[in-house]
C-alpha cells in the first residue's frame, strides 16, 4: 500500500510506500516510529479514512474501500464531539452502521461498563480526566467489534 499527497506547491509527497502488513485473528498490533514516518497515515488507509494512492487494504479477505464494519481506530489525539455525551460519543458508531438505537444503547452502556466508566454516560467530555476520555474513544472504537485492532 502506498500513501502520497499534493503539496500546497503542487508536488507529490509520498507519505508511505509499499507498505505491507498481516495481523492474524486475535493478535495485537503496535505500530513504531519517529514522528513523521507514517504511522497515522497507514491508520488512516487501514480504518478507510483515507484511500490508498496504490495498493489496497484488506480484512478478512474483503477490500477496504470507506468506513466499514469489522475495522475500528483509536485516535492518538482525543477525538471526541464536545457536544455529545460520554453515551452520545459511544454510541455514534452503532447508530452510523444501522444499529437500532435502543440496542446501541445497551451494547453502549455495556462497554462503558467494561472501561470503567458505568455512572458517567451524561458526563461531557471536558467534565473528564484524560484518562477518562481515552477511555471513552477505547469504547467507542471497540463497541463496533472490530476484527482486528
Known amino acids: 500500500m502506498t ?7 503542487g508536488e ?18 503496535a505500530i513504531v ?11 488512516a488507509q487501514v480504518s478507510g ?22 475495522v475500528s481506530y483509536m485516535f492518538q489525539a482525543d477525538a471526541l464531539f464536545p457536544w455529545k455525551t460520554v453515551l452520545g460519543n459511544v454510541l ?10 435502543k440496542e446501541a ?6 462497554w462503558l461498563r467494561r472501561v470503567g466508566l458505568a455512572g458517567f454516560e451524561d458526563r461531557y467530555p471536558h467534565q473528564l480526566s484524560g484518562g477518562m476520555r481515552k477511555r471513552v474513544a477505547m469504547a467507542a472504537a471497540l463497541i463496533n467489534n472490530p476484527g482486528s485492532c
Open 3 to 9: 500513501k502520497r499527497y499534493l503539496t500546497p506547491k
Open 12 to 29: 507529490t509527497f509520498t507519505a508511505i510506500n509499499d507498505v505491507t502488513l498481516r495481523v492474524e485473528p486475535g493478535e495485537f498490533c
Open 33 to 43: 516510529g519517529p514522528t513523521g514516518c507514517g504511522k497515522s497515515t497507514t491508520l
Open 49 to 70: 479514512l483515507e484511500r490508498p494512492s496504490a495498493g489496497s487494504v484488506r480484512v478478512h479477505d474483503q477490500i477496504v474501500d470507506g468506513i466499514t464494519n469489522g
Open 92 to 101: 455514534i458508531g452503532p447508530v452510523l452502521l444501522g444499529t437500532p438505537k
Open 105 to 110: 444503547t445497551l451494547l453502549a452502556r455495556d
